[in-house]
């Protein structure tokens, strides 16, 4: 249901960035008219919700598809990079810290909102 909805948003978006020629500001696709983005959006989300009410299983053969071009890629030796944030665990302050060693001293949590800085 929130992808019908969703769909349907889209599509008025369309109509939107068509009357007022929006584009792109920065990024790679500067300069380029943004409804072209929103219509591929559209198209996919109206077409997950029509036919997912006809029984035909689009969302599953997509991500399959998906799943293959992926495999594809990597069999042909092409690495894609993936960047992960090394952020620091619940309760110590959102800051990034070595997972062994701070300050010294290794880190434990603490159990009842003490100090984590064991000795």
Known sequence: MDTAI????????????????????S??????????????RAMD???STLLALKGLPYNNVKK?????????????????K???????????GGKPISKSKYGGKSISK????GNPISN
Do not use: C, H, Q
């Open 64 to 80: 399959l598809v998906a799943g293959l071009i992926s495999g594809a890629w990597k069999m042909a030796g092409n690495k894609e």
């Open 6 to 25: 969703d769909g349907i948003a889209e599509t008025y978006k369309i109509i939107d960035e068509l009357s007022t020629r929006a584009r792109y500001k």
């Open 27 to 40: 990024g790679d696709k500067k300069g380029e008219l943004k409804y072209k983005t929103t219509a591929l």
């Open 45 to 47: 989300k109206n077409a």
């Open 110 to 113: 603490p159990k009842y909102g």
């Open 82 to 92: 993936k960047t992960v944030k090394s952020s620091a665990p619940k309760g110590y």
